[in-house]
């Protein structure tokens, strides 16, 4: 039965994974996108800061003088933002003291920091955390505190030319000093409109690429309903038009449809042509006078078995993923022409079948173990006899329940035991109830016999596998 899913469950499949696939790569994507350009801009940002506070420090050195290890500043700096009370651009330089012992020389020593100069901007601040001090010559880029807030500093060390030949000044070490609202603000500024952008690019890619796949997907839906069509038995074969990529599988189907069906015509008229000829000649045989009373009844029982195995043989499960019959047009009319063979019996529904109720299978089976279940119901009945089918669960669940006798439960396991007769148990569950029970095993569906709770009597239950049901 799972091969004869197969059809509508991989349209199904790849619909799913076509969606899927288009989700992830926008919603994966996208976002990934955002953050890498995110993180860049970022780095970008600092780096750019970097640089600018390198130039601001070059500024201030051009304009630093040491004299007799005096420092001299102007009173006012070229750029503004220095002379200007919390700016937030500071410039600050400091004496770095070395105790000059061997080890110091090396750089292995203590080095304290006293503050020589600050700008006019740094004036009422202090600050809360050591200030870097690089080797001499070189330069750092890093976070400071400054009452509280985060700030971004670049330091670089010098060292002036004596004015003794014999002597060693102490190295300075100048740092500007940038306040990070600004560039936090520039940072989220970017990511703000960054973020608003890519959500607009991702709704418009997601509205596009929606009506694209329904659009793309526009003839694997018309495919999945003409063969559900199929499936149903409202038509023989697909009849639309598709693009080159399926055009070529629908014909395929259609004519493995046609073979399929000349094959099953041609195969139950060949039994049926078996069965003619065989019974012709049994009923010679019977209709001999001198025939005694046993071989009369092996004749019989040949009859009924030839009977028996063409109805096993003509069967279209296993055959018939393609056939879909709506349970209401046999059960009704089995009904109606029930009530009129056994007028004493009330024969109705007790759960009415609907047009999603359907069988996968060939009428004539459904109507041969329908007919057999209720026959066999009316012959037991006292006086009711009632049939429900529902759709649960995937499942097409099909009961007939009486009001009769009933069957013990040891008989109920004895009657479902393959190669037992059914027909030397109680009375209205003759050799019908075989072909019933060979029938369901053919549609891999599954046959229990129990109690009627509604009826007292005995309750026989189908249940099959409504695969195509999407």
């Known amino acids: 039965m799972s091969s004869q899913r197969a059809p509508q469950g991989k349209l199904n499949s790849l619909r799913v994974r076509l969606i899927i696939s288009a989700l992830l790569l926008i919603l994966l994507l996208l976002p990934t996108i955002g953050f890498t350009l995110n993180n860049a801009f970022k780095q970008q940002v600092l780096n750019n800061v970097n640089e600018q506070l390198s130039a601001y420090l070059y500024s201030v050195l051009a304009v630093t003088e040491m004299e007799d290890g005096k420092l001299y500043m102007p009173e006012a700096l070229l750029e503004n933002q220095f002379n200007v009370i919390g700016s937030g651009l500071y410039a600050i330089i400091v004496r770095q003291n070395n105790n000059l012992t061997a080890s110091n020389r090396q750089g292995d020593g203590a080095t304290d920091n006293a503050l020589l100069w600050s700008s006019n901007s740094f004036l009422g601040l202090s600050l809360t955390a050591p200030l870097p001090h690089p080797k001499v010559g070189r330069s750092e880029f890093g976070n400071i505190t400054v009452d509280g807030k985060p700030h971004l500093i670049y330091s670089f060390s010098v060292r002036f030319a004596p004015t003794e030949p014999q002597s060693l000044s102490a190295p300075i070490t100048v740092h500007i000093i940038k306040d990070l609202a600004g560039v936090e603000q520039q940072q989220q500024a970017f990511s703000q409109h960054l973020w608003t952008w890519l959500f607009i690019l991702t709704a418009v890619l997601l509205a596009t690429q929606f009506a694209w796949l329904a659009w793309t997907l526009k003839p694997l839906a018309r495919f999945k309903e003409e063969l559900g069509q199929v499936q149903r038995g409202e038509a023989q074969q697909l009849s639309g038009h598709y693009p080159n990529e399926l055009q070529d599988v629908a014909k395929q189907l259609n004519t493995l449809l046609s073979t399929e069906q000349r094959q099953r015509s041609r195969y139950r008229n060949a039994l049926s042509d078996l069965a003619h000829s065989l019974k012709t000649p049994l009923a010679v045989i019977q209709s001999q006078k001198d025939l005694s009373a046993t071989s009369q009844e092996q004749v019989s029982q040949i009859n009924r078995t030839i009977g028996h195995q063409l109805k096993r043989a003509q069967s279209a499960a296993g055959n018939a993923w393609h056939l879909g019959i709506k349970v209401n047009q046999v059960s009704d009319k089995l009904l109606r022409t029930l009530v009129k063979i056994h007028p004493d019996v009330q024969l109705n529904y007790g759960k009415v079948p609907d047009n999603q109720d359907i069988f996968y299978g060939d009428q004539s089976d459904l109507t041969e173990m329908l007919g057999n279940l209720l026959d066999n119901a009316c ?77 007292g009597g005995a309750k026989f239950e189908l249940m099959f596998e409504q695969q195509f049901a999407s």
Do not use: F, M
């Open 379 to 455: 012959k037991a009945a006292q006086s009711r006899v009632e049939l429900s089918v529902e759709s649960r669960s995937g499942k097409l669940i099909i009961s007939v329940e009486d009001d009769g006798q009933g069957i013990s439960p040891a008989q109920r396991q004895t009657i479902l035991e393959r190669g037992k007769r059914a027909d030397t148990y109680a009375k209205g569950h003759g050799i019908g109830l075989a072909i019933v029970r060979d029938l369901v095993d053919s549609y891999q569906g599954s046959l229990s016999i129990d109690e009627s709770k509604s009826l």
